[in-house]
């Protein structure tokens, strides 16, 4: 045993380099307590006195004749058992938010409560944290930190409950009683700029409500997630202002998100981190924007989180998807894919937009229950816009070699009921695919312009359709007349007229012939309307631009003005009739469907949906 004689009273623990701590005293030690690696030599009376498991170890280890005990599994280690050593010895003991939960943790191991002696460690210990610990923003957040390494006792005590409680509490309360002095980046601007005379008025500058999002960041995303619930659940703070926090948590620790990178690593802690923000976004529609959605979208398909989660996530996109831009529904194929982009994903949000349309109620009798789609609130203006981004996202996604045909077809088919004033961005889509498909065959080509209305082209667009090779002669047909007849509409003052019925369909008509029903469509075309007077059907078309010496064509397109003084060109016009007349020679459509066409015009009649009535059985 060792004897030690530096001094007449202990007032701290010395050391000898070696791992072995004492206390300076002329008493000789009796009893040594190795912890860990450390062995400290003590005295038995002032550790016996406020200790019940130093009690019984020492009993024991008299029953052994030994004056040794050993501690290997105390909560915080030598560092928390020297601690509550000091305690028994009287000797000043300095808490704070980094050591209080280790000590608290401690003294409960060692059974240092008021059963054993009044105003015990564990009692001064509680009284600290909740007059001091509770009340502090920042010492709450430290100290719920340092709950995760105490784990399990730390639970078991409450302690980490009592500071996600109280970490809620203080970011509940009314911003005018908010004292900038409790939060990180407040406190470290006034310190940082308080003496300069730049920074007037930063002081007075009114508190904002997300004045707590910051600090928050720097918890794991457990505890975060435990307190952000803590929060919803005591419903005072908006749920936008949640969403914000969501939102910056994610982008501080989900790194890349914010600029839809991601970064390898530990896949499983990822996909725990994006599953959580997931469950804590708030069920109010707006609290959180559509591009952060899809950034989330993008985390949850990387780390190959669940279809729930997936779903949830598309469900919400497609809640509000007239706020998304184009570049966030770019959502990359996963690896080994063909394609570039996941269309199935875009195309799935879109039907939850759509499914807006109808609010469903179920109906039940006593075998199954029905659910019911009826009138809901999604207006014109979000359908517009919805359908505009589509048109630009098959812009994109056409630029794609490797994408399958009906994948373009399909998407483009969802919203084609929806009225748009202009078709040019299909049409830039359509051509953009034919242009990065050359070898797809003419029924093809002829199904992918059948998604796009001539009439809905503008003059720029028409021009370029004009002299496009590649579509199929039906269609710049079709573009030549509607430009024709639109400059004899602008002079005339009427409406575009309705294209010729057999100019929509050139096999459609009560005369159609048994030889033309079993031959190709475009090739039954291309035979009608030969390649030199389609380009004198062009000429003729320039020279109705350019009639009475007014109205150029320029770069940019046609001059409208000449437009609207042109007069239809007779010629012109019977250029027109000489192509179809072929075709009328052999019985496919009257002469008088041409005629008639050009001189009516006929509003287009909208598509509607019918609604959707799914069932559902229950056994």
């Known amino acids: 045993m060792k004897f030690m004689k530096l001094g007449s009273k202990p007032d701290t623990f010395r050391s000898d380099g070696n791992n072995v701590r004492y206390v300076a005293t002329e008493l000789s030690t009796d009893i040594a307590v190795t912890v860990g690696d450390v062995k400290f030599y003590l005295h038995k009376f002032p550790l016996l006195s406020k200790s019940v498991r130093l009690q019984n170890l020492f009993v024991s280890g008299m029953e052994e004749n030994c004056d040794e005990v050993q501690i290997s599994d105390i909560p915080g280690g030598p560092v928390a058992f020297e601690i509550c050593a000091k305690f028994c010895y009287g000797m000043t003991v300095n808490l704070n938010a980094h050591n209080v939960v280790a000590t608290r943790c401690a003294a409960e191991y060692l059974g240092m409560s008021e059963t054993i002696e009044k105003g015990n460690l564990i009692y001064k210990v509680d009284v600290f944290l909740n007059s001091s610990i509770f009340h502090s923003w920042k010492d709450s957040i430290i100290v719920l930190q340092t709950t995760k390494s105490m784990l399990p006792l730390s ?92 939102k910056a948590y994610s982008y501080e620790r989900l790194r890349g998100v914010s600029k839809g990178v991601f970064c390898s690593g530990d896949v499983g802690k990822y996909r725990s981190m994006v599953d959580t923000m997931v469950w804590l976004l708030p069920a109010e529609k707006g609290s959180v924007s559509c591009s952060f959605l899809l950034k989330l979208l993008k985390a949850a398909i990387v780390a190959d989180s669940g279809n729930m989660v997936r779903e949830q996530l598309r469900r919400r996109i497609g809640q509000q998807l007239e706020e998304a831009s184009l570049n966030n529904l770019l959502i990359r194929a996963a690896e080994g894919e063909d394609v570039m982009y996941d269309v199935d994903t875009v195309q799935k949000i879109l039907k939850e937009f759509l499914m807006q349309e109808q609010t469903a109620e179920f109906e039940s009798d006593e075998y199954e229950i029905r659910e019911i789609r009826r009138p809901g609130i999604l207006t014109d203006a979000s359908k517009l816009i919805v359908a505009k981004l589509m048109d630009a996202y098959l812009g994109e996604i056409a630029k794609d070699p490797n994408l399958p045909l009906s994948k373009f077809v399909d998407l483009a088919e969802t919203v084609s009921y929806i009225s748009r004033p202009s078709h040019d961005r299909l049409y830039r889509a359509i051509d953009m695919y034919l242009k990065e498909h050359p070898s797809i065959g003419k029924g093809e080509r002829k199904r992918i312009c059948k998604l796009m209305d001539c009439k809905r082209l503008s003059a720029d667009a028409c021009k370029h359709a004009v002299h496009n090779e590649r579509l199929p002669l039906r269609v710049v047909i079709q573009v030549l007349f509607v430009e024709q007849t639109r400059a004899a509409a602008a002079s005339s003052g009427s409406s575009t007229p309705d294209l010729p019925k057999a100019l929509k369909n050139p096999n459609s008509g009560p005369h159609r012939s048994s030889r033309s ?15 030199k007077e389609l380009k004198a059907l062009r000429a003729e078309l320039a020279a109705l631009r350019l009639s009475n010496g007014i109205g150029v064509s320029t770069e940019n397109g046609l001059d409208q003005a000449a437009i609207r003084k042109t007069k239809v060109s007779m010629k012109s016009k019977r250029m027109f009739m000489k192509i179809w007349s072929s075709k009328a020679a052999r019985g496919e459509h009257g002469g008088s469907d041409l005629s008639q066409s050009l001189g009516s015009a006929q509003p287009e009649e909208p598509k509607s949906t019918p609604s959707r009535n799914r069932r559902l059985s229950v056994s």
Do not use: Q
């Open 155 to 246: 639970e078991e005590l409450k302690v980490a409950s009592f500071c996600v409680d109280a970490i809620a509490s203080n970011v509940c309360i009314d911003v005018s009683k908010v004292d900038w002095s409790y939060t990180y980046n407040r406190r470290k601007l006034l310190e940082e700029n308080g003496n300069d005379p730049n920074c007037n008025g930063v002081k007075s500058r009114p508190v904002p409500k997300d004045w707590w999002v910051e600090d928050l960041c720097e918890l794991e995303i457990d505890l975060y997630k435990r307190v952000i619930t803590s929060i919803k659940t005591k419903g005072v703070l908006s749920h936008d202002v949640i969403g914000e926090a969501l």
């Open 517 to 531: 029903a079993a031959t190709d469509p475009e090739e039954e075309w291309d035979a009608v309307a030969a390649s």
